[in-house]
């Protein structure tokens, strides 16, 4: 009878990433579509949001590796961590995101016979110039790669340095449109004013990086502090202490003793920022995939000004819903939050407006949830 049949065993899903925080941050809608179906398996270091992924449901797995270590011999121990928890903990299908994961972790995943897939969520720091550090990455991944049952990129152009490179084989490439966002999470607060008397606020929420634009956009504060405008240049954001392009504390406090910037540290929730914000401003001349700051404004129909670098300007269209500016140009960043300024308030609420279109048509996370369920149907 069928009361007596056994109840079959969900298959396990893995994703390894570099942070608990990362994936709670960037995958919590994948995890939540996937858990009705799937035991799901976090390996990552973890931080403070472990927990919060083990409330959600999912098994947590801390591993320990240097994210910022240059030494591939090093990095040799996360290859034999992983393969040790692929053999113990068998999962049947796997997701690796960001460069250390992407590159041992596929290959432990195909020393245990573990189909996966790489997330290339961005370039990083590693293809920001061509030194001994983006030779040896470059001869990695394509080691990696060729065992990835597919390797999923976030824009175009990161995908089309790795085919023209030869690191990826053309035939295995996806392109996702960013790891997607929740419109209903990132939804614009009803009835929200579009001309208020306060002072007209500027947002930054990003890594505090030099390439995120961090100092550009400190300098371009500057420059319009100098007019003696009335405005306010807000940004959050967490410190990466050991991150060899990180902003340090001494920065932000000597920008705060100065005036020009004021910094409220890390913000889980970023939505009450946005809602207070008139503008978002991400001068990064990182090399991104898709930057979720900019699709989080865009959702809440939050205009932006934005950088003329690759997955920024998936996000903004110039003039339609923000302003895009020359890459590591202080003087053009602040020419374009003076255009921003200037313009009427209708005319900002309609960028806003437009904006959160595009989330609709492009980013909305449901269209990338289709994508995992399609590498997903076999198993």
Sequence with gaps: MLENQPVPEK?????????????????????????????????????????????????????????????????????????????????????????????????AAAACGIESIAV????????????????????????ALKNTRETWFLNQEDADVFIRHKLVAAGKVKILPGEGINPD???????????????????????????????????????????????????????????PDSITVQDIRYWERKGFIHYSGFARDVRPFLQQADCLVFPSFYPEGIPRCLMEAAAMEIPIITSRNRGCKEVVADDVNGFLCAMNDADDLARKMEKMIALAPARRSQMGKKGRELVMEK???????LEYDRALKDI
Aim: aromatic share 16%; with cysteine.
């Design 185 to 243: 999470y990132f939804a614009p607060r009803q009835f929200r004013p579009v001309a208020r008397t306060k002072a007209f606020q500027f947002l930054m929420s990003t890594r505090l990086l030099k390439s995120k634009g961090v100092r550009i956009y400190v300098d371009a504060a500057r420059i319009l502090k100098k007019k003696n405008r009335d405005i306010r240049f807000e940004l959050i954001g967490f410190f990466e202490e050991h991150h």
């Design 363 to 369: 980013f909305d996370v449901q269209k990338i949830l």
């Design 11 to 107: 298959k396990l899903i893995a994703l390894v990433a570099n942070s608990a925080w990362s994936v709670y941050n960037f995958r919590m809608d994948l995890i939540r579509h996937l858990i009705p179906r799937f035991d799901v398996l976090v390996i990552a270091p973890g931080d403070e949001f472990a927990a919060e992924l083990k409330k959600e449901g999912c098994r947590f797995l801390d591993i320990h590796f240097n994210n910022r270590s240059e030494n591939p011999l090093q990095d040799f121990s996360l290859y034999r961590a992983l393969k040790k928890i692929y053999r113990e903990q068998k999962p049947d299908f796997i997701f690796h995101y960001v460069i250390k994961p992407n590159i041992y972790g596929s290959l």
């Design 120 to 143: 290339i969520t961005g370039l990083g720091y590693a293809f920001a110039r061509r030194n001994w550090l983006n030779k040896i990455v470059s001869f990695l991944y394509k080691r």
